[in-house]
T-cell receptor, first 113, second 110 residues
Framework: DVKVTQSSRYLVKRTGEKVFLECVQDMDHENMFWYRQDPGLGLRLIYFSYDVKMKEKGDIPEGYSVSREKKERFSLILESASTNQTSMYLC????????????FGEGSWLTVV | GENVEQHPSTLSVQEGDSAVIKCTYSDSASNYFPWYKQELGKRPQLIIDIRSNVGEKKDQRIAVTLNKTAKHFSLHITETQPEDSAVYFCAANSNYQLIWGAGTKLIIKP
């Protein structure tokens, strides 16, 4: 059974803080993703990674960066958190190939005050 | 680039009735169309998918149909039950990515 684990489910951070959201998958998947989910806006892609040390910008990368030093771990970094980054963040992974199932983590609810 | 439109944004049906959610896509090269269900407070999970070499696929009470010519695909849920209440997302692959619809909130009325 595929497991995608997001270490923090609920976070409250102050404006200007640096925030790390961690994601680990246990299925040796090449591709990993970070999405942001807001009501009425669906799933918006922030960054994705085809493989270790590779990263590509998605649709809304501004204000975010990522790190993928190991195949199983993909981190999302908010360099200086702002209130408009209050959202639910979803990590996902899949075996290489866009025709394969994407598996999601449980999500991280971030509130920036 | 690929654009996926999903309708309706909210669908309310009587328990036991059928529900249909429709999506259209723009990239004629898309060949994989999954549907995900997200229950309140939970992660999206794949419920059914279809590839472009078939026109319909069924799994118990859910089915997906694909019309490649018209570039649209639909999710059909029959005999709806309370546990079908959720947000449903369609997607289409394009350039190694999945492009997502905005989601449909399905409400099952008792």
């Amino acid at each position: 059974d595929v497991k995608v684990t997001q270490s923090s489910r609920y976070l409250v951070k102050r404006t200007g803080e640096k925030v790390f959201l961690e994601c680990v998958q246990d299925m040796d998947h090449e591709n990993m993703f970070w999405y942001r989910q807001d009501p009425g806006l669906g799933l918006r892609l922030i960054y994705f990674s085809y493989d270790v040390k590779m990263k590509e910008k998605g649709d809304i990368p501004e204000g975010y960066s990522v790190s993928r030093e190991k195949k199983e771990r993909f981190s999302l970094i908010l360099e200086s958190a702002s209130t408009n980054q209050t959202s639910m963040y979803l990590c996902a992974s899949r075996v290489q190939n866009s025709g394969n199932t994407i598996y999601f983590g449980e999500g991280s609810w971030l509130t920036v005050v | 680039g690929e654009n996926v439109e999903q309708h309706p944004s909210t669908l309310s049906v009587q328990e036991g009735d059928s529900a249909v959610i429709k999506c259209t896509y723009s990239d004629s090269a898309s060949n994989y169309f999954p549907w995900y269900k997200q229950e309140l407070g939970k992660r999206p999970q794949l419920i059914i998918d279809i590839r472009s070499n078939v026109g319909e696929k069924k799994d118990q009470r859910i089915a997906v149909t694909l019309n490649k010519t018209a570039k649209h695909f639909s999710l059909h849920i029959t005999e709806t039950q309370p546990e079908d209440s959720a947000v449903y997302f369609c997607a289409a692959n394009s350039n190694y990515q999945l492009i997502w619809g905005a989601g449909t909130k399905l409400i099952i009325k008792p």
